[in-house]
């Protein structure tokens, strides 16, 4: 069963003809800067228009942009997540979980990267949409703020579509893959064996992770790994 599909789509200068069937579950896409990645994303949320082919997918879609402040309101954090989550009552809960209720009554426009990462992603997830994406999940995130991120993608039982290039956070949530290359579909098929892919092609623009690089130099489980240093399991 897919969750999107994309049929001879293009978004002049930065999509050319592609064609994808993106299944349920969580999908990384991948790639250099510039590839493509946020484009697509964007078509999968609804928020950019194809200028030719068609895309196919759930209408509500709950999207972590690139830029996380873009989506901010104001006044306070507690404000602009209550907006998505139901109520401050549920927002304070969340911010609370996620170790953010310290922030609760700053504006959101004084958080660092990290903190609006969270902010961002909790105000996607939180009203539950059918699908949600998720772009440059790892950006601005200290160890503990991607373990936690992880545990939140493990624990959505919504289509999830990621892009970015930190392969060892995609080899722990992700169970399938899609690199682009110059707007271009590159490679596309199950984690594992992209991984594999990326290892041997060099021309794909990706650096496999310090996790996913030792798994592969011992012959181990790559995902295994990832999953470990993450600490979700699947």
Same mark, same amino acid.
């Given at each position: ?12 200068? @930065? #999509?050319?003809? %592609? ?26 949320? $609804? ?12 209408? @509500?879609?709950? &999207? ?23 109520? @401050? ?16 009554? $700053?504006?959101?426009?004084?958080? +660092? ?6 902010? +961002? ?24 703020? $991607?373990?936690?991120?992880? $545990? %939140? ?13 930190? #392969?060892?956070? &995609? ?6 893959? %899609? %690199? ?33 690089? &030792? ?10 790994? &990832? ?8």
């Amino acid at each position: 069963m897919y969750a999107w599909l994309f049929q001879g789509v293009s978004v002049w200068g @930065r #999509l050319w003809e %592609v064609s994808l069937s993106i299944p349920t579950g969580v999908t990384a896409v991948l790639g250099a800067n510039g590839s493509g990645k946020t484009t697509l994303l964007k078509l999968a949320a $609804r928020l950019l228009k194809p200028d030719k082919g068609l895309v196919i997918g759930p209408r @509500r879609v709950g &999207a972590a942009l690139q830029n996380p402040y873009l989506g901010f309101l104001g006044p306070t954090v507690a404000e602009d997540l209550a907006r998505t989550a139901g109520g @401050r009552g549920a927002a304070l809960s969340l911010l609370r979980e996620a170790g953010l209720e310290y922030a609760a009554e $700053r504006s959101p426009f004084t958080l +660092s990267m990290g903190e609006a990462r969270i902010l +961002s992603v909790l105000m996607a997830v939180s009203w539950q949409p059918e699908a949600v994406v998720i772009d440059e999940p790892t950006s601005g995130l200290d160890v503990s703020g $991607r373990r936690w991120l992880a $545990r %939140v993608i493990a624990g959505l039982d919504t289509p999830v579509l990621i892009a970015g290039h930190d #392969l060892d956070f &995609a080899a722990a949530v992700a169970d399938w893959a %899609v %690199v682009l290359g110059e707007g271009r579909v590159r490679a596309e098929g199950y984690m594992d064996t992209i991984l594999e892919t990326i290892s041997r092609r060099p021309d794909l623009g990706l650096e496999p992770g310090p996790a996913v690089k &030792a798994a592969l130099e011992r012959g181990l489980d790559p995902r295994c790994t &990832a999953r470990c240093v993450y600490g979700v399991g699947r």
